[in-house]
């Protein structure tokens, strides 16, 4: 199965770099960046990292640093994936993928003042592209970016130097297309900032039901081309739901085994010829709720998680606000960002998100 993921794009018709790095993000490592040009690919490569193998019933939770990087090219990015591999280019089980995370912190969210998250990939949902005549990421020349990602081992076996790998593919910039700059969003029921000091976005699952929701809105109107979804084990489905009016504009359940253990989440496509795609609006607010059921009969220490992130195109003359460095709000999610940067801190801050068997 192709590497997970969830396509979050960038500001249409922002150019060069932002106003300046947040506090502390100068002293991240480099990430690796290569590109092909003449294959229009370019890949991110994370430091190499050891993991352990499970032990006691748990999952070895291995946190790799938070890394910088300037991308190197104007491009607009159509396709995406994440590769795990050995010290020998061997491609490792993709189960092993808790999650790959890029974000911008010189932009800001659509629902939240705080940094933007470019992308999200996770195990359990499927891999995205995006038709490159239509839709497209811009992304400049110089712009600075932040990588991070963990694996979760399951298995009894442990692997070293493992590399873990986001590979990009683009249309090179100054083409006619793609025909739509489309937007980055998301929205987290852990929003605004997570559980302190680290920002996680999970929380315990309790035994039985278990429902999380957060509700904003939009800084501009614009239309919703599509989303993909994040749970955990247990996780019984994901609903947005436009409060203003009552109505349901998307319920997405995962696809699980016989125990309840998420396999993948299926991604939800909302444009067609007839229609862009789910339209929102600053005056209305939306509801993002995941729900739970937890059969074990016990607590489970960070058992929940809930999110959705997809393609956002705003309506004509709309105008993205700009990213206010100097918000509250967005120096607590910076400094929780690069707080959660430690492998350790990231370990133990996920430890327990699967139950035992």
Not at 127 to 150: D, H, K
């Amino acid at each position: 199965m192709p590497a997970v993921l969830f396509l979050a794009w960038l500001v249409a018709g922002l150019r060069g770099p932002g106003p300046g790095p947040g506090p502390g993000l100068e002293a991240l490592p480099s990430a690796a960046v290569l590109v092909d040009s003449d294959a229009h690919r370019l890949v991110i490569e994370l430091p190499a990292v050891d993991v352990p193998a499970a032990h006691g019933g748990n999952e070895a939770m291995v946190g790799l640093p938070l890394c910088q990087l300037l991308f190197p090219v104007d491009a607009s990015l159509h396709s995406a994936h994440v590769e795990l591999l050995d010290d020998g280019g061997h491609a490792l089980p993709h189960t092993m993928l808790h999650h790959f995370n890029l974000s911008d912190p010189d932009h800001r969210e659509l629902f939240l003042p705080i940094g933007m998250h470019l992308l999200a990939a996770s195990r359990e949902t499927p891999a995205i592209t995006v038709p490159r005549l239509l839709f497209g990421l811009p992304l400049q020349r110089g712009q600075r970016l932040i990588a991070g990602a963990m694996l979760a081992n399951s298995s009894a076996v442990a692997y070293h130097h493992v590399h873990v790998r986001l590979v990009l593919h683009y249309v090179p910039g100054g083409l006619p297309w793609p025909l739509y700059r489309t937007y980055p969003w998301s929205i987290d029921v852990q929003y605004p900032l997570g559980r302190p000091p680290t920002g996680s976005k999970a929380f315990d699952l309790a035994p039985g039901r278990t429902e999380r929701f957060w509700e904003g809105s939009p800084a501009i109107p614009g239309s919703i081309l599509g989303l993909g979804g994040h749970l955990h084990d247990y996780g019984v489905s994901l609903e947005l739901r436009d409060m203003t009016t009552g109505e349901v504009l998307w319920r997405g359940t995962p696809k699980t085994d016989g125990a309840g253990r998420v396999i993948t989440f299926p991604l939800a496509r909302f444009y067609s010829w007839r229609r862009l795609g789910i339209h929102v609006i600053p005056a209305h607010t939306y509801r993002l709720t995941a729900v739970y059921e937890n059969p074990t009969g016990k607590a489970i220490r960070d058992g929940g998680m809930g999110a959705v992130a997809g393609l956002f195109v705003p309506d004509r003359g709309a105008t993205w606000p700009a990213v206010d460095t100097a918000n509250t709000l967005y120096q607590q999610d910076q400094a929780a960002t690069l707080r959660s940067g430690g492998a350790e801190e990231m370990a133990d801050m996920m430890m327990g998100h699967h139950a035992d068997p």
